[in-house]
């Protein structure tokens, strides 16, 4: 693993929070890892002992559903802190991250982040953490464990949340910038290539989604309309 230097995480606007002096701290403490398109960076149930910050590219955080298809939770973008579970005590991943593109990753381990940046004691913040955070936590790993949305609702899910990150706003709707293939958002939504074919074109027929050579463009107040009546 690299290091990196103070002026690539200045950059971030999710550590501009940060002193200088607090960013040398964390200079001096990230390692830098670079891993490739759907490579892990990390997997569910594993030991949280890594806070991650994505420094380039595209990362996805899904979980194994009931059905034994993947649920994407999140899409993770540049400069968002992830894998909070590691500031609670004794946590374990509770979903998987994957590379959705090729990506750079920051990590640093909790204790080097609280007591060596924030210069807080790391054994009072986590247990300030699990009396706090801890008890909304656990609620919400039961809600997403037991909700497990459909296959045309995961991707619509997705593709609202690429064009909230990425998109760029158009007369017809929302231009997603990244060339997409079914097989990226496949890869995203935890399905088949033919399945994710088939409701692309339904989607398409429904003018939800537009075609510009190889770009999507989303029609996001039919996206809604759609979630909403599925999912008051």
């Keep these: 693993m690299a290091k990196t230097d103070p002026a690539a995480l200045r950059r971030l606007r999710s550590l501009d929070w940060l002193d200088a002096a607090g960013l040398e701290r964390l200079a001096e403490k990230i390692a830098i890892e670079r891993v490739k398109k759907r490579e892990s960076i990390f997997v569910e149930g594993e030991r949280s002992r890594q806070i991650c910050i994505l420094l380039s590219g595209i990362a996805k955080l899904s979980f194994l559903g009931h059905d034994g298809e993947r649920v994407l939770v999140s899409l993770v973008g540049v400069g968002e802190i992830f894998g909070v579970s590691s500031f609670l ?57 037991f909700v497990g949305l459909g296959l045309r609702d995961r991707l619509l899910v997705a593709l609202l949340e690429l064009a909230e990150k990425f998109g760029v706003q158009d007369s017809r709707g929302t231009i997603l910038p990244l060339r997409l ?52």
């Design 89 to 145: 005590s004794a946590a374990r991943r509770p979903y998987r991250c994957d590379a959705f593109s090729e990506c750079v990753v920051g990590r640093v381990d909790p204790e080097e982040f609280v007591g060596g940046i924030l210069r807080v004691p790391f054994a009072d913040f986590s247990r300030f953490m699990d009396a706090t955070v801890g008890r909304w936590w656990n609620w919400l790993m039961r809600y997403t464990t």
């Design 181 to 232: 293939t079914h097989e990226d958002l496949a890869d995203l939504v935890g399905a088949s290539r033919q399945r994710v074919t088939e409701q692309m074109n339904e989607l398409r027929r429904q003018g939800v989604v537009l075609s510009e050579g190889r770009h999507v463009v989303l029609v996001a107040d039919r996206v809604h309309q759609l979630l909403q009546a599925e999912i008051p």
